[in-house]
């Protein structure tokens, strides 16, 4: 039987194993029981020792190294990753999961990118591990799990998961409601449904069933449970950490998972490029995150309800725009078109557009889910008329709307703008970009200047 902790880390079981288990000194230190489940399980990675992960801290890596590079490398082998699918790894991934919760609560804010990763990492593998197990332990599992999830339920109502519908994790167009009760079962269905189906056989019932509602809606709500919980307990342990101090390992963790996520993302994101591609004369190049303002980089990593529209609306699709395409309209002083810089829309659409769709996602609540009509209002401001798209045959209906200065910032939109040093030198965030690829690049200068003259002097 397979154990519920492999679907629900937070089960209470979990508390257990975690107490005989955990030894945070040795998180970093290869781990032969580890390895040996490894080793056993052996498909996809007996080819390549880097694929096989050595100690608790490699296994929280993996992780998230599975979930980013399958959204976005395109040589992926889910393979390299099955040991994560196997029941035997349970015990390993659970305390994987406990550690990777401490490390997230204590370097990020809880609408981060890099929590929305860890929480999306979590739904992904229940997924996939549900997906692999075989029918008839599937169903059980679900309803044991979704059992201890809901309080041995009986029945459900929709006012039973209220906090999911009001986070808009579920939505109640994708439930099947009777008189407020939340259609699970097979049986239930067709005692529902007596009177259309009485004449149905029951094959056609079946499949009418599994097509509305099958596994998916129960998998759903217990998926989403789980991430609610976690969600809860990530605050918990960030409220805790007010009080206590950090363990060094979970520092440590901390730190390799930021530094893993910054590799990951320079190597495979499509639209932030690296350090050594700079425009400090102005010219077009793709953006540099790491010189973007304290603004942007909190509006794209989640800025809550208040002034969530406008941060993303008004000052971060200019933002975004102008500093890839025309990062000096300041100083040239001429109005101008998004096509005059990029005809055919593609950097628009595959780079900019994008990021902007990230921050909105990384919202809360996330802007499109809750007010859809704000794509719109983007496609306005990019110059492109009221519409749900950018097209060519629409631009100039409106105008290309320009960054907004600091002063305006700190006025209209006053959580997003944490000045750092660099800001007391500028008057608005495009100038800031500039000036600070203009720092790195010469950072960059100075670097490669030192190395050469190191290896001058180890030659002689
Ligand atoms: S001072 Fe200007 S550039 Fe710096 S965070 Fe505030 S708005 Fe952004």
């Not at 393979?79 to 035997?88: A, C, L, P, T």
């Not at 209220?162 to 005692?191: A, V, Y």
């Not at 605050?235 to 007010?242: D, F, S, T, W, Y």
Request: proline share 3%; charged share 30%.
């Amino acid at each position: 039987m397979v154990s519920r902790l492999f679907i629900n880390p937070m089960s209470i079981e979990s508390q257990e194993i975690l107490k005989e288990s955990i030894d945070l000194d040795s998180i970093f230190e290869h781990n032969q029981e580890l390895n040996n489940t490894l080793i056993h399980i052996g498909e996809g990675i007996l080819d390549d020792e880097t694929k096989i992960p050595n100690s608790y801290g490699d296994l929280v890596l993996k992780r998230i190294e599975w979930y980013f590079r399958e959204k976005n490398d395109k040589n992926f082998k889910i393979s390299e990753y099955s040991y994560f699918f196997n029941e035997s790894i349970y015990k390993f991934d659970l305390i994987a999961f406990h550690l990777c919760s401490q490390a997230i609560a204590w370097k990020y804010n809880l609408n981060s990118k890099e929590t929305k990763i860890f929480l999306e990492t979590e739904k992904r593998i229940i997924k996939e591990r549900l997906i692999r197990i075989n029918d008839e332990i599937r169903e059980s599992l679900i309803n044991k799990t979704l059992s201890e999830l809901l309080n041995n339920y009986d029945y459900l109502n929709w006012k039973d998961i209220l906090p999911l519908i009001r986070s808009k994790k579920i939505l109640l167009k994708d439930l099947i409601l009777i008189d407020g009760e939340i259609i699970l079962d097979e049986n239930e269905f067709e005692e529902k449904f007596y009177d259309r189906m009485e004449d149905w056989p029951h094959r056609r019932i079946e499949m009418v069933f599994n097509r509305l509602i099958g596994y998916k809606t129960k998998e759903l709500i217990l998926t989403q449970l789980i991430i609610e919980n976690t969600e809860e307990y990530l605050k918990n342990i960030k409220e805790k950490l007010q009080r206590i101090e950090i363990h060094p390992a979970i520092e440590e963790l901390s730190e390799k998972i930021a530094k893993l996520l910054e590799e990951l993302t320079e190597t495979y994101s499509k639209f932030y490029g690296g350090e050594g591609i700079l425009g400090v004369k102005g010219e077009m190049t793709a953006l540099n995150k790491n010189a973007f303002p304290p603004c942007a980089t909190n509006t794209i990593e989640g800025v809550k309800s208040g002034n969530r529209n406008d941060a993303i609306v008004l000052f971060l699709t200019s933002f975004v725009s102008y500093g890839r395409l025309n990062p000096q309209v300041f100083s040239k002083g001429i109005s101008s078109k998004i096509s005059d810089f990029d005809p055919d829309l593609k950097i628009t659409t595959e780079e900019i557009l994008p990021i902007i769709y990230e921050a909105a996602s990384n919202a809360v609540p996330p802007l499109f889910e809750d007010q859809p009509q704000e794509k719109i209002n983007i496609v306005s401001k990019l110059g492109f008329g009221m519409h749900d798209e950018i097209r060519i045959k629409n631009e100039g209906q409106t105008k290309w709307y320009t960054p907004m200065s600091c002063d305006k910032v700190k006025l209209h939109l006053t959580n997003i703008c944490k000045p750092d040093k660099v800001c007391k030198k500028i008057g608005n965030p495009l100038s800031y970009y500039s000036y600070k690829n203009w720092l790195l690049k010469n950072e960059n200068k100075e670097e490669l200047l030192k190395e050469k003259k190191k290896n001058n002097q180890i030659k002689k």
